[in-house]
T-cell receptor
Framework: SQQGEEDPQALSIQEGENATMNCSYKTSINNLQWYRQNSGRGLVHLILIRSNEREKHSGRLRVTLDTSKKSSSLLITASRAADTASYFC???????????FGQGTTLQVKP | NAGVTQTPKFRVLKTGQSMTLLCAQDMNHEYMYWYRQDPGMGLRLIHYSVGEGTTAKGEVPDGYNVSRLKKQNFLLGLESAAPSQTSVYFCASALPWGTGQEKLFFGSGTQLSVL
């Protein structure tokens, strides 16, 4: 079964607005990662947050992790049309890189 | 530096036919994975390998076999294709966990249709 559940399933915003997507998971984790997938392409790693971290930044991305609630959020600030893609969270509970992916959030940024 | 290369990119099979998907990586990664992606299901792990000559089952291994005879290659086989195996298949590779580089590098996918 899927480890992560993402919310919302789809999000449509205007360029310049912020986009927030959430991920909930079920079991204890070592780290949680976010990936991006452009239509028809493979996934690309965006950011990793470890279980002992609460917040992490990378450029226009901000990720938070609340292990007590088993949830994470990805914030994309000042969105651009080029941010249009699907975003997936993935949880890592072991040491063999067996990432379990959520169903993803499809983001559309309108110019 | 090509990264992770999957062949073929598209394939149509008839029920009962067999085929092999090839994944090659040129980053000297120890770990390799096969995922399938279905609409609304995210990615599900089929099989994975933590080194040459080793393989292990993921979430949805039934109907698939894999081999990792060379470090750079990871093959996914369908012995008798079924319509339920219609999907997009992604290969990924990674450095060993614990190196501080715990992330997957993905290929561009193989679209497989089984009629």
């Amino acid at each position: 079964s899927q480890q992560g559940e993402e919310d919302p399933q789809a999000l449509s915003i205007q360029e310049g607005e912020n986009a927030t997507m959430n991920c909930s998971y079920k079991t204890s984790i070592n780290n949680l990662q976010w990936y991006r997938q452009n239509s028809g392409r493979g996934l690309v790693h965006l950011i990793l947050i470890r279980s002992n971290e609460r917040e992490k930044h990378s450029g226009r991305l901000r990720v938070t992790l609340d292990t007590s609630k088993k949830s994470s959020s990805l914030l994309i600030t000042a969105s651009r049309a080029a941010d249009t893609a699907s975003y997936f969270c993935a949880t890592d509970a072991g040491n063999t890189g067996k990432l379990i992916f959520g169903q993803g959030t499809t983001l559309q940024v309108k110019p | 530096n090509a990264g992770v290369t999957q062949t073929p990119k598209f394939r149509v099979l008839k029920t009962g036919q067999s085929m092999t998907l090839l994944c090659a990586q040129d980053m000297n990664h120890e770990y390799m994975y096969w995922y399938r992606q279905d609409p609304g299901m995210g990615l599900r792990l089929i099989h994975y390998s933590v080194g040459e000559g080793t393989t292990a089952k993921g979430e949805v291994p039934d109907g698939y076999n894999v081999s990792r005879l060379k470090k750079q290659n990871f093959l996914l086989g369908l012995e008798s294709a079924a319509p339920s195996q219609t999907s997009v298949y992604f290969c990924a590779s990674a450095l060993p966990w614990g190196t501080g580089q715990e992330k997957l590098f993905f290929g561009s996918g193989t679209q497989l249709s089984v009629l």
